[in-house]
């Protein structure tokens, strides 16, 4: 018999309700909030409403499309951490309940791991051990993988994530929220090679993107006031180049990593990982050094409820659930 398990994501503000069965998603809807894009950023209360409104449609849109009714479900997960404390309650609250009614068990998932675990949606899946780059909004990581469940942090950000470095950049440059896909749009127009930002010397294989975002204020407010206009007359190559420092970086670390462990099945996961120029600059590196690379499909970077779903089988096979006491955590270690 198939295990069948209907997941639930709503850590930010992505409501997303996903169904698998034996290993192999089914659905995967997901609803999202424009309502922040006026604010330039997540208001949190704002987005644990619209969980609230949008929930039951996605997760019956996401059964209808599975071809599944609620008796064939096994089990239903949730994120629970980390992430918005309302919004991750949202999606906790409706977990218990739907669980309860149908008198199934509760899988709670960390939401950093299920990204890793993205790669396992569909053909070709790393092997194990592998090393994984998670670049978020809230998070940039390198993560050894040594099983589904198995996963150790071997570097992270000291600070800001590679995300946040992307939209922080993209709104001093004056461009509207969400501003990292911006960059990404300008930089595909641009020279990378321009303008020069700094690298910052972390030892090991931790990351830091505080000390560049504040040179990449002080050069536009410099160039600005220097020359009135400058930012819109050479958008793409300011783009360009700082997406270029902010993929360097990541991916000087992550062949220190590999060097390091002597791993070189090699996989990206997060919304960053979405970027264009992250993306090739991997499968570029994966050809210089001999690296197995897995990246994505683009609908499974963002944050899904599929990876979840992944997550869950996993958790399942393995006999890990949570009771009704579980309670969603906006910060949780994880590895």
Partial sequence: MSINILAIESSCDETSAAVISGGKILSNIIANQTVHEQYGGVVPELASRAHQENIVPVVEAALQKSGLQKSDLQAIAFTQSPGLIGSLLVGACFAKAMALALDIPLIGVHHMQAHVLANFIEDPKPRFPFLCLTVSGGHTQIVRVDGPLQMTVIGETLDDAAGEAFDKSAKILGLPY?????????????????????????????????????????????????????????????????????????????????????????????????????????????????WSTFIPKFEYCTDNAAMIAMTAHYKYIAGEFVGWDAIPSARAVFG
């Fill in 178 to 290: 969400p501003g990292g896909p911006l960059i990404d749009k300008y930089a595909k127009e641009g020279d990378p090679k321009r303008f020069k930002f700094p690298e910052p010397q972390i030892p090991g294989l931790n990351f830091s993107f505080s000390g560049l975002k504040t040179a990449i204020l002080y050069f536009t407010q410099q160039q600005e006031q220097e020359q009135p206009g400058f930012l819109a007359a050479n958008m793409p190559d300011i783009c360009a180049s700082i997406q270029d420092r902010i993929v360097t970086i990541l991916m000087n670390k992550l062949v220190k990593a590999s060097k390091e462990t002597g791993i070189k099945d090699i996989a990206i996961a997060g919304g960053v990982s979405a970027n264009s120029g992250l993306r090739n600059a991997l499968t570029h590196y994966g050809e210089k050094y001999g």
